[in-house]
């Protein structure tokens, strides 16, 4: 039973492009959410996502950053025009369906960008 | 703010030892905290815990909950190198977001 796939696991951008991340939850697990961890920080919830869905994104940036979790596909983070402050690494985690188990989040390997 | 705090920051101790990590919190509509253990990967879930004084215990892991005083503790009894890690604790709120509020974290290191 694979867990949470995230990929790629490391990526480097140069100022100004963009990035694109994919998770891809647990099986049977429908709802998935996107942390970023700064170097020497805790991780930072930024949004959670249910299929076609986006329920919370009080933890995005207003610009620049976008996420989506399409009926068929994996959950993509997507940041445009990168800048050296988002050098970080981001994880992605997702949990079943039933409310009960909510919060019991499992969590992928992350991916560590790189702005230069 | 809600807040979750961790302590201490960083902690050696050599194989065998018994270490106590902790976690306090500043969190409206607390519904349950949350354990990880995190290597140069994935952070592992560890323990869920929502009611106050019941031990959740795996191993040589233990954890408990006051809801009252608004904090938890992780033991790690009779550790080894591998138990070298990064502990994370979180919070989650009763609300349907969720959304986990993390601590910074407790980096330990076991020497053999």
């Known amino acids: 039973n694979a867990g949470v796939m995230q990929n790629p696991r490391h990526l480097v951008r140069r100022r100004g492009q963009e990035a694109r991340l994919r998770c891809s939850p647990m099986?049977?697990?429908?709802?998935v959410y996107w942390y970023r961890q700064l170097p020497e920080e805790g991780l930072k919830f930024m949004v959670y996502?249910?299929?076609?869905?986006?329920?919370?994104e009080s933890g995005m940036p207003k610009e620049r950053f976008s996420a989506e979790f399409p009926k068929e596909g994996p959950s993509i983070l997507r940041i445009q025009q990168v800048v050296r402050g988002d050098s970080a690494a981001y994880f992605c985690?997702?949990?079943?369906?039933?409310?009960?188990?909510?919060?019991?989040?499992?969590f992928g390997p992350g991916t560590r960008l790189t702005v230069l | 703010e809600d807040k979750v705090v961790q302590s201490p920051l960083s902690l050696v101790v050599h194989e065998g030892d018994t270490v106590t990590l902790n976690c306090s919190y500043e969190v409206t509509n607390f519904r349950s905290l949350l354990w990880y253990k995190q290597e140069k990967k994935a952070p592992t879930f560890l323990f869920m815990l929502?009611?106050?004084?019941i031990e959740k215990k795996s191993g040589r892991l233990s954890s408990i909950l006051d809801k009252k005083e608004l904090f938890s503790i992780l033991n790690i009894t009779a550790t080894q190198t591998g138990d070298s890690a990064v502990y994370l604790c979180?919070?989650?709120?009763?609300?349907?977001?969720?959304?986990?509020?993390f601590g910074q974290g407790t980096t330990l290191q076991v020497k053999p």
């Open positions: 985690a997702s949990s079943p369906v039933t409310s009960g188990s909510m919060y019991t989040q499992y």
């Open positions: 929502t009611s106050s004084g």
């Open positions: 099986k049977g697990h429908s709802h």
């Open positions: 979180a919070v989650g709120q009763a609300s349907n977001t969720g959304k986990l509020i």
């Open positions: 996502l249910q299929k076609e869905n986006i329920i919370d």
